[in-house]
């Protein structure tokens, strides 16, 4: 099998693209794709500054990547979890940290949940009772806009790929959960006055398999070993079905999710009841469409953490 | 250990001898893997389901499906 630019041995063939590439045309073309993406779908200017959510995956190294040889501002955020199964955290850690001592032209930021909150996110989501998944992503959410607030970055990127959305997309169409599926897009703009960053997907139209292809070829090391909360995740059953889909009609997943998007732009999707009002948090100044204090700062409290 | 016409396949902790000649993508199937869910690595490099396993190669599978 030989790359269709070249006439080298080809190193990836992608079915949904009818492409057939080695490993120098494949990194081109991966950087090309993101580029479009964040193009077409009015993510940022070229100018602006990036805060890029930094997990050690492969889907958040190669996104940092791929927007710092694209010549973007784009500085990291890891952060640290508190989740000491088998140092999950501090591997996770070691990796985005290796990675960044690779590229001097940017910065990572480290915020340690427990050591700045006095709780890890397993302790947290136990104090709530809730799942850690639940609580990790609200917290997450919290600290990433707050940093980015501070920090004055233009948005929010995410290393979210084609295989991550289209799961969520069918979770939420299975229920037809409208308040979901009107706020899942590719780019949501700033909100609450600036006080909501502008957070951005430029991953979103690459495959899961792509990126993992495009981290490996640039020899990026990173977290192999899964969440061990994501064990057992619905997520990965419903990427299971996808993939079952894709084998049998090849780019069924993109096609599934640039038609949501497209359809979503032209307003079939609206979301339930009237659009949220956002208040400050009387605490820490967030926004909120809580009453005076936000669901972060509530958390705390309970937990004796304020 | 397998004889000179056997290759090695490991995916995670698992480590299997399986027959040289046949491909990629085959030897996948052939241990119990989706295909679509891993990518295979022979000499730290890139290689397409398609290629041929020689003799006394290591491939490497790594999982490209993450969670949460």
């Known amino acids: 099998m030989r790359c269709q630019l070249c006439g080298e041995v080809a190193a990836i063939s992608m079915p949904q693209h ?20 964040i193009e077409s779908y ?21 996104l940092w990547d791929i927007l710092l040889r694209l010549g973007y501002q784009a500085d990291g955020l890891y952060i640290h979890l508190g989740i000491e199964h088998e140092g999950y955290s501090d591997i996770s850690q070691s990796y985005a940290t290796a990675y960044a001592a690779t590229r001097p032209e940017a910065t990572l930021q480290i ?47 995410t290393g979210h790929n084609l295989d991550d959305e289209a799961a969520q997309l069918l979770q939420n169409n299975l229920f037809w ?54 064990q057992g995740a619905t997520s990965i059953f419903h990427k299971g079905i996808l993939n079952d889909l894709e084998r049998r009609s090849p780019g069924a997943k993109l096609q599934y999710y640039q038609g949501f998007v497209r359809a979503r ?11 949220a009002e956002f208040e400050v948090c ?25 | 250990m397998g004889d000179h016409h056997t290759a090695t396949l490991r995916y995670h902790e698992q480590e299997w001898q399986i027959h040289s000649g046949m491909t990629i993508r085959h030897a996948i199937e052939k241990v119990g893997l ?35």
């Open chain 1, 18 to 37: 009818r492409l057939k590439l080695c490993e120098e045309h494949y990194v081109a073309w991966v950087e090309r794709r993101v580029a479009r993406t």
């Open chain 1, 42 to 62: 009015e993510m940022f200017a070229p100018d602006d500054r990036l805060l890029v959510a930094v997990s050690g995956g492969k889907d958040s190294l190669a």
């Open chain 1, 111 to 157: 915020v340690n949940v427990a050591q700045r909150y006095g709780r890890s996110i397993p302790e947290l989501a136990h104090g709530r009772g809730r799942r850690a998944c639940s609580s990790c992503g609200m917290i997450k959410r919290y600290i990433m806009n707050r940093t980015a607030r501070e920090g004055g970055y233009a948005a929010i990127v």
């Open chain 1, 177 to 230: 959960v409208r308040g979901y599926l009107q706020r899942q897009a590719p780019v949501l703009p700033e909100a609450a006055g600036g006080g909501l960053v502008r957070k951005a997907k430029p991953l979103c139209l690459l495959y899961e398999r792509e990126s993992a292809a495009y981290t490996l070829v640039r020899g990026i090391a990173y977290v192999q070993r899964e969440c061990p909360y994501a």
């Open chain 1, 265 to 275: 732009q032209e307003g079939f999707i609206v979301a339930e009841g009237e659009a």
């Open chain 1, 282 to 306: 009387a605490r820490c100044g967030q926004p909120t469409t809580a009453n005076a204090v936000c669901a972060f700062c509530r958390m705390l409290e309970a937990e004796g953490g304020l």
């Open chain 2, 34 to 68: 989706d295909p679509q869910s891993v990518l295979a690595i022979r000499e730290k490099k890139l290689v397409n389901h398609q290629t041929t396993i020689e003799p006394e190669d290591e491939i490497l599978l790594v999982n490209v499906i993450s969670g949460g």
